[in-house]
């Protein structure tokens, strides 16, 4: 039976380098790019789908499709290391998998392979990958660009961390700060760790560091809370908040939801306020409400995402909070409105609240237009 190696790690880690050094030993092959997770995800969102349209929002599709995507995996590793030895020789023990997306679609790999193996590449997130920060931009843009980053890799990290304990000995971590100063040491830990013979040089291009993050794009990556505490949780040190976040309408709400979910909601009312003393700004109102809610003062969130929601559907989040509150009378004439919304969000709130007012589900979803789309 061939054992499958997934590697796993943000944009711009070694993961294709780490899979080429890994196969100079001829127990190992390395597949790539394949993009096992994603297949599997497609494999049950498309048949869920069209049991969903064939059958009804009550067919318990999960129930039958899930163990068939989870025998499917190992089935179709077995399939390829089959092909593999038909096409190139040779036999091998470990089928290695690398791909940018292991990392978002991580929770595929953790339920359809429980006995896989899987190696992380982590390093500090203030560490841009290429391209993901622009040039000759305004500093308002810079620092729209490291929120960007910051939650695309909280979207690559978090997933692993989430498992990391139930995981135990099959998930190795991998620095990329050590594999840059010594590579040859970080390929034999890994080539030990799956009962392979230690190498004595790393062959392929040297793992490199970019260059860390500044200024304004380091403040935009600052917003992102839940980057700041994954970097305190993988050592990498406490990051504070940064200057130009009451100046940003974008900056000021992400780190106002962070400060939320952190239940510091007084610091986060502080923040919002002067966001607003410069005019009126639809997500910062949406955010305000959420805090004005979460501190038990109802009527001025409902007074906040009314007056996000009077500039259109650029602020979905107010809508969606104010419909999810159907005792509010508020909402009879928003829920009009919302029937004919473009944003998916807002009608699947909408179909919410039709079935808190008595509607029942399926009349809620073809009222709302969310046919056959998981909206409750």
């Known amino acids: 039976m061939t054992e499958p190696l997934f590697l796993v790690g943000a944009p711009g880690t070694s993961s294709i380098g780490l899979a080429r050094e890994l196969e100079r030993d001829s127990g190992v092959r390395a597949l790539l790019p394949w993009n096992l997770p994603a297949a599997l995800s497609r494999l049950r969102v498309g048949t869920t789908h069209r049991a969903i349209v064939w059958q009804g929002l009550e067919s318990g599709a999960p129930k039958w499709i899930e163990p068939a995507v989870r025998r499917f995996g190992p089935a179709l590793v077995e399939h390829l290391a089959a092909r593999e030895r038909a096409n190139r020789g040779g036999d091998f023990e470990w089928l290695v998998f690398a791909h940018v997306d292991h990392g978002v679609l991580f929770d595929e790999l953790f339920h359809a392979f429980p006995e896989a193996r899987f190696v992380e590449l982590v390093r500090d997130g203030r560490i841009a990958a290429a391209g993901r920060i622009p040039h000759d931009v305004s500093e308002s843009e810079t620092a729209r660009a490291g929120l960007a980053w910051a939650r695309e890799w909280v979207a690559h990290v978090a997933p692993v961390r989430a498992r990391e304990r139930k995981l135990g000995p099959r998930l190795l971590r991998v620095r990329e700060e050590d594999l840059a100063a010594d590579p040859v040491a970080e390929l034999a830990r890994v080539t030990t760790w799956l009962g392979r013979a230690a190498p004595t040089s790393w062959d392929g291009a040297r793992p490199w560091l970019r260059a860390p993050l500044a200024g304004s794009a380091l403040d935009g990556f600052s917003a992102c809370r839940p980057a700041a505490a994954l970097l305190e949780e993988l050592g990498y040190g406490a990051l504070p908040v940064g200057e130009r976040v009451a100046h940003e309408p974008e900056l000021a709400t992400a780190v106002a939801r962070g400060w939320i979910g952190e239940k510091r909601l007084d610091d986060a009312e502080r923040l919002l306020e002067r966001a607003l003393a410069a005019g009126p700004e639809p ?51 928003l829920a009009a409105r919302a029937r004919t919304a473009s944003e998916p969000r807002i ?25 056959h789309t998981s909206w409750s």
């Open 283 to 333: 997500s910062v109102l949406a955010a305000f409400g959420e805090v004005e809610a979460a501190l038990g003062r109802e009527d001025r969130a409902v007074e906040a995402w009314l007056a996000a929601i009077e500039f259109g559907e650029v602020a979905p989040e107010a809508w969606i909070e104010l419909l999810a509150r159907p005792q509010r009378p508020e909402t009879v004439g």
């Open 347 to 371: 009608r699947q709130a909408l179909a919410r609240w039709l079935v808190a007012r008595g509607l029942d589900r399926e009349a809620a979803e073809i009222a709302a237009g969310v046919e």
